[in-house]
């Protein structure tokens, strides 16, 4: 997804009188547009699944961000030991 500088940066004025053939463009080729006001970037344009990926991807960061976290602190047990005493919980169950 290589931004194309001619098709990815449009002004709000462009964006507000080509709504329709912008969504168009953004769920089809998948490229964020770029949204300029006065001159400066604002915002951008972004189809719904490339966002939900953007979501998902962040979530994981963030997931795997604590998990570091918590090793650092040494707040961990071995698989193993997790196992042992989850197979113990469940026979007792039985």
């Known amino acids: 997804m290589a931004i194309n500088l001619k ?13 329709a053939d912008m969504m168009k ?14 001159g400066e970037a604002r915002a951008v344009l972004l189809d719904i699944e ?6 998902t991807a962040f979530a994981l960061m ?5 998990a570091e976290k918590d090793k650092v602190e040494g707040k961990f047990r071995d698989a193993q030991d997790v196992f042992k005493d989850l197979k113990k919980k469940l026979e007792t169950i039985k």
């Open 25 to 38: 463009y953004v769920n089809e080729c998948r490229n964020p547009v770029i949204i300029t006001q006065n």
């Open 7 to 19: 098709a990815d940066i449009k002004p709000i004025s462009y964006i507000k009188t080509n709504a």
């Open 62 to 66: 963030n997931i795997l961000q604590l």
């Open 50 to 55: 490339s966002f939900q990926n953007m979501q």
